[in-house]
């Protein structure tokens, strides 16, 4: 029972353009969303977070979008560069609860290209 | 420099051995995890510990064990129960304060069993 999916298992973009990747959840307790970076054979690293309390935040070049009604978020990059190139992990969790744990999507691998 | 350190970075065990992964922290945080990742998946949750001589069974706990002696380390052992050993091994740290409660990742130990 997958709670946070990742629908597209990858995305590829050309250098300047804008990249859209999406999640979606189903456990309606979350309020906390994450999205992580990952190269391969490295930690993954935080990027951005958005409170079910917005609609939007926005860091950079990089802008989650949450609708809760939808149990959707998305993340942009704009201007994507190649160096975004990486899986990006989308992460969500009931912050109201003991131990915060965090619930994985399976990633989506962007492929910017020059 | 603060951060999280795992070690080794590469670890080939028998099948049939117990192996202990490492896992240290000079953040000062409460909170600790251990996550595993396995290729086209998102990360699970083995164990973790929200203090000192505590910690609590994650999503995936069958054939692993933990100790949380110092608030520094979190290490994790692999034993011969564990059915699939075989993965990219992920600790995490998280802070308690705002601004501090997001899990931060070390590099990871790719375990292989032969």
């Known amino acids: 029972d997958q709670q946070v999916k990742q629908n597209s298992p990858s995305l590829s973009v050309q250098e300047g353009r804008i990249s859209i990747l999406n999640c979606d959840y189903t456990?309606?307790?979350?309020?906390?969303f994450l999205w992580y970076k990952k190269y391969p054979a490295e930690g993954p690293t935080f990027l951005i977070s958005?409170?079910?309390?917005?609609d939007k935040n926005e860091d950079g070049r990089f802008t989650v979008f949450l609708n809760k009604s939808a149990k959707h978020l998305s993340l942009h990059i704009v201007p994507s560069q190649p160096g975004d190139s990486a899986v990006y992990f989308c992460a969500s969790t009931n912050s109201g609860g003991s131990n915060y744990k965090l619930t994985f999507g399976k990633g989506t691998l962007l492929t910017v290209n020059p | 420099d603060g951060g999280i350190t795992q070690s080794p970075k590469y670890l080939f065990r028998k099948e049939g051995q117990n192996v202990t992964l490492s896992c240290e922290q000079n953040l000062n945080h409460d909170a600790m995890y251990w996550y595993r990742q396995d290729p086209g998946q998102g990360l699970r949750l083995i164990y973790y510990?929200?203090?000192?001589?505590?910690?609590q069974k994650g999503d995936i706990a069958e054939g692993y064990s933990v100790s949380r002696e110092k608030k520094e380390s979190f290490p994790l052992t692999v034993t011969s129960a564990q059915k699939n050993p075989t993965a990219f091994y992920l600790c995490a740290s998280r802070g308690q304060y705002p601004g501090t409660d997001t899990q931060y990742f070390g590099p990871g130990t790719r375990l292989t069993v032969l």
């Open positions: 510990s929200q203090i000192v001589n505590d910690f």
């Open positions: 456990n309606s307790m979350f309020d906390y």
């Open positions: 958005i409170s079910s309390i917005k």
